[in-house]
Nanobody, 131 residues
Framework: TLTLEESGGGSVQAGASLKLSCKINGYTGSSRCMAWFRQAPGKEREGVAALGYRGTGNTYYSDSVKGRFTISGDNAANLVYLQLNSLKSEDTAMYYC???????????????????????WGQGTQVTVSS
């Protein structure tokens, strides 16, 4: 099994940057789709970025963050990062790290995968952007 621990959130001004980290604990040797989701109060959860971790290395982004956010991984440290640049007030949300259960890679429909496909979730880290 896996556990995921997010960190790096905070309160910043618009235009600032943050770097979120997702520490992967447990059986870390498999290739997986690792993704970052976010959820703002009163809104649906949104997939913002995904990475083919320990596998393809392919990256995927939502249109709302493309060009501003970057997902990356450090296999040796069992970490997945999300670099957030040029933050906007609409980026304010709780950010969650998720890992696939059996899929060794992400796919074009990664944002719509079920809770069975994204089986492992962290507790979240809050990002608040003030304008």
């Amino acid at each position: 099994t896996l556990t995921l621990e997010e960190s790096g959130g905070g309160s910043v001004q618009a235009g600032a940057s943050l770097k979120l980290s997702c520490k992967i604990n447990g059986y870390t040797g498999s290739s997986r789709c690792m993704a970052w989701f976010r959820q703002a109060p009163g809104k649906e959860r949104e997939g913002v970025a995904a990475l083919g971790y320990r596998g393809t290395g392919n990256t995927y982004y939502s249109d709302s963050v493309k060009g501003r956010f970057t997902i990356s991984g450090d296999n040796a440290a069992n970490l997945v990062y999300l670099q957030l640049n040029s933050l906007k007030s609409e980026d304010t949300a709780m950010y969650y790290c998720a890992a696939s259960y059996s899929s060794s890679r992400c796919d074009f429909d990664w944002q719509t995968w079920s809770s069975e496909q994204y089986y492992y979730w962290g507790q979240g880290t809050q990002v608040t952007v003030s304008s």
